[in-house]
């Protein structure tokens, strides 16, 4: 059973993949860049809805 207080680091990742850490880094800042893009789109589509329905 995996322990659930085990955290996977990028070099982690990068022996398991057969990867640098800096690609592994670099794929990692480019998914939290995703994220952030999402959740300002998703927060903007939230305030439009809320503009709209107190009409």
């Known amino acids: 059973m995996p322990n659930p207080d085990h955290v996977v680091t990028a070099e982690d990742v ?3 993949t057969d990867q640098s850490v800096e690609m592994v880094a670099r794929g990692w800042h480019e998914l939290a860049e995703e994220q952030v893009d999402t ?3 998703e927060s903007e589509s939230t ?4 503009l709209f329905s107190e009409d």
């Open 14 to 16: 990068a022996d398991a």
């Open 39 to 41: 959740e300002e789109s």
């Open 47 to 50: 305030d439009r809805r809320r």
